[in-house]
């Protein structure tokens, strides 16, 4: 049942979380096809986002979360864009005891978006995988670019930062894969992106969340280089904490100054920015990694 935290909001978090660990598969890796088993990292960050207003409404309208790569962002965002798809992510009201009631939403409209259409595939294809090969694989039909149900209406489907082609949409839910991709191009101020500007695109998508009822948007992507860019805005936003409607998530190694001669700073470091480590993730391979990249890719 979803519920409240003891001296907290109410949250959808905890059905959300039972309803992925029921209907859905992994979609990558050593677990390919196996139940999908939430960690606890991903399960808080389920939790928040859901949070409710004493209203029923959404807390939020957008999600950022930062993380390296190999933490399972894009499988999370795949299973939650699923979930948003079928499961019960919508608050009907409130029980007697005071908890939330959870619902379907009607006509949810999901598009998965990334700087290309090679990599909105990659979170497009595990929501393919989760469906296709899991408890639901009877009540979607399953198609290269798109995943609509057999009864209702509804729609998840992919799309690229590629601007209008995404004009007037109206999403109940939007992911926007490693948004540090997403550069600008056109160098307007201000948020006015205009032409082929691949920042266009995602202001384009977020304004038409406006058209949907508790419609929200997740952010997800390894960090970036630029904090005059559309994803380092949202960091500098993200880290004041001045948007009360924007959750902000991101993992990172709380001394910005580390020597990587340093082989237990360099340990501590990356431990600290990485959740997944002692879970799906191997440290023994995180470090190797220093030998095989250059000193700023790693």
Known sequence: MPGRPKGGRPTL??????????????????LYGKPFRLQRFQRAFIWRAYELRSDGHRRYRRAVWGLPSGNGKTELAAAIACAEQDGPVVCLGFNAEGNPIAGRRVSPDIPVAAASFEQADLLFGACRTMIREGPLRDRFEVYDTEILPKVGGGRLYRVAAKAGTNDGKRPTFFVADELHEWD?????????????????????LSKGRAKRRDAWELVISTAGWNLQSL???????GKLGTDQTSLFEWWDAQDKEVTLSDDG???????????????FLSLENVLADRSQMTEFEF
């Open 184 to 204: 600008c191009t056109c160098g307007m101020p201000g948020g006015k992106h205009g032409g082929a500007c691949k920042a266009r695109v995602y202001v384009v």
């Open 13 to 30: 978090g905890g059905v959300v979380c039972r309803w992925i660990e029921d209907k859905l598969v992994h979609a990558e890796g050593d």
């Open 231 to 237: 994803l380092g805005m949202m960091y500098l936003e």
């Open 265 to 279: 700073a360099v340990t501590a470091a990356l431990l600290e920015a990485n959740p997944a480590i002692g879970a």
